[in-house]
């Protein structure tokens, strides 16, 4: 069985970028030094948590990272300013208009 990962670049900036494997249909939103692999539905609720920074939790660092976002290893937690917050946030936002019609047509085709 032959798999293939041809990749679709919905955004992209200096920080990061958001697109889409559709052999796998796995989201990809890299950022800074992280990647999250998400489902479509994952991606919208992500874009949620980021944008109304849900779970996150003031943090007083020596380095301008204000903000720890638990996950859910155990001791393992992502640091992100405010600036970070708002680069993310613009790189889900440009991106989510083509991805909710990702998930229309997906849901579409599976109805069919």
Excluded: W
């Excluded at 293939?4 to 990809?28: K, P, S």
């Excluded at 980021?50 to 996950?71: E, F, I, Q, W």
């Amino acid at each position: 069985m032959q798999h293939n990962h041809t990749f679709r670049t919905f955004a992209e900036t200096g920080f990061g970028y958001v697109g889409l494997c559709a052999g796998c249909r796995v989201i990809n939103v890299a950022f800074q030094n992280s990647l999250f692999c998400l489902t479509l539905d994952q991606f919208e609720a992500f874009a949620v948590m980021m944008h109304d920074r849900l779970a996150m939790r003031p943090v007083s660092t020596s380095h301008g990272k204000s903000l720890m976002l638990p996950t859910p290893m155990p001791n393992y937690f992502l640091l992100f300013s405010d600036e970070d917050l708002r680069n993310l946030c613009a790189l889900l936002t440009e991106a989510a208009p083509v991805l909710e019609a990702e998930r229309i047509l997906s849901l579409s085709q599976r109805l069919n």
